[in-house]
């Protein structure tokens, strides 16, 4: 129905920079919320970012004043910018989008496949 394609992971060292992006595409008739989230090892999928079409955004605490979640509702993409990295940020990052597919019309809710972002000590 919905494919989202991140990119943008890799290594870097602490306190340093990675920008995570994510595209959109398939059957969408509008986007509400997009959003990223992480999950690492043996622990639970968590969330880093939200925005929501209008630009209005929410983060997790431990990432305020470090990280930037931006989109572009007429590419359908979401980015998060990533500074002053630490350690405890290495997770799998998954993109999230709530779809409103075209037809049949109804709410969707769609997940990347995961990039894996590493900050070395």
């Known amino acids: 129905q919905v494919q989202l394609v991140e990119s943008g992971g890799g290594l870097v060292q602490a306190g340093g920079s990675l920008r995570l992006s994510c595209a959109a595409s398939?059957?969408?008739?509008?986007?509400?919320?997009m959003g990223w989230y992480r999950q690492a090892p043996g622990k639970q999928r968590d969330l880093v970012a939200v925005i929501n079409s209008g630009g209005r955004t929410n983060y997790a605490d431990s990432v305020k004043g470090r990280f930037t979640i931006s989109r572009d509702n007429a590419k359908n993409t979401v980015d998060l910018q990533m500074n002053s990295l630490k350690p405890e940020d290495t997770a799998v990052y998954y993109c999230n989008a709530g779809v409103l597919l075209t037809t049949p019309r109804y709410n969707y809710d769609a997940w990347g496949q995961g990039t894996q972002v590493t900050v070395s000590s």
């Open positions: 398939g059957k969408i008739f509008s986007i509400n919320a």
